[in-house]
């Protein structure tokens, strides 16, 4: 069974700052891809950024240049390096990863989420 453990959200300000964490833990062989969606309250989940076990980012276009994505493949851990932030931010954030547990078999994982809200 593979987990995924969320941390960093909270309330900040217009222009603050926030630096999400994503731990995975578990029966891990390796890690496809890690990275975060987001949900605000009555919109679909969106896809925010995601980082594959090569480096390779990707980023919605309404965070680009903004946030920042990164890993430390060591810990199996995604970071979301989030400055700039905008009201229209606020979401509840969950990280997903595609986690294979073995050579063959492979799993998509979902973490429960951290609230992020940005107001004044």
């Known amino acids: 069974q593979v987990q995924l453990v969320e941390s960093g959200g909270g309330l900040v300000q217009p222009g603050g700052s926030l630096r999400l964490s994503c731990a995975a833990s578990g029966n891990i062989f390796s890690i496809s891809y890690m990275g975060w969606y987001r949900q605000a309250p009555g919109k679909e989940r969106e896809s925010v950024a995601f980082?594959?076990?090569?480096?390779?980012?990707n980023y919605d276009n309404s965070v680009k240049g903004r946030f920042t994505i990164s890993r430390d493949s060591a810990k199996n851990t995604v970071y979301l390096q989030m400055n700039t932030l905008k009201p229209e931010d606020t979401a509840h954030y969950f990280c997903n990863a595609l986690v294979a547990l073995t050579t063959r078999e492979y799993r998509e994982v979902w973490g429960q989420g951290t609230q992020v809200t940005v107001s004044s």
């Open positions: 980082i594959s076990s090569s480096d390779s980012t």
